[in-house]
Nanobody
Framework: QVQLVESGGGLVQAGGSLRLSCAAS????????MGWYRQAPGKQRELVATITSGGGTNYADSVKGRFTISRDNAKNTVYLQMNSLKPEDTAVYYCNADRYLVGVLVTYWGKGTLVTVSS
């Protein structure tokens, strides 16, 4: 089992920055991709950014150039640096991690951290 705990959310003004962290614990061996998703009120959960074990990244078009995902494999932690925040970035941000367990891809989710961007 893998547990994911997010931190770093809060209330910021438009144009500000936040850095989210997600620490993985438990059976953390062979974690593959990690990522960040978000869910705004009344909306579906959507991809924000992902990062592979080798460091390859993928971003939603809406955050390209503003957000940066990174990971520290030694700490089993993934980060999301969010700059130039906009009110439309307001959402609960969820950490995600995948790993192969006996040949089966298993997905884990954190409980989420709230990011609120005021205009």
């Amino acid at each position: 089992q893998v547990q994911l705990v997010e931190s770093g959310g809060g209330l910021v003004q438009a144009g500000g920055s936040l850095r989210l962290s997600c620490a993985a614990s438990g059976s953390i061996f062979s974690i593959n991709d990690m990522g960040w998703y978000r869910q705004a009120p009344g909306k579906q959960r959507e991809l924000v950014a992902t990062i592979t074990s080798g460091g390859g990244t993928n971003y939603a078009d809406s955050v390209k150039g503003r957000f940066t995902i990174s990971r520290d494999n030694a700490k089993n932690t993934v980060y999301l640096q969010m700059n130039s925040l906009k009110p439309e970035d307001t959402a609960v941000y969820y950490c995600n991690a995948d790993r192969y367990l006996v040949g089966v891809l298993v997905t884990y989710w954190g409980k989420g951290t709230l990011v609120t961007v005021s205009s």
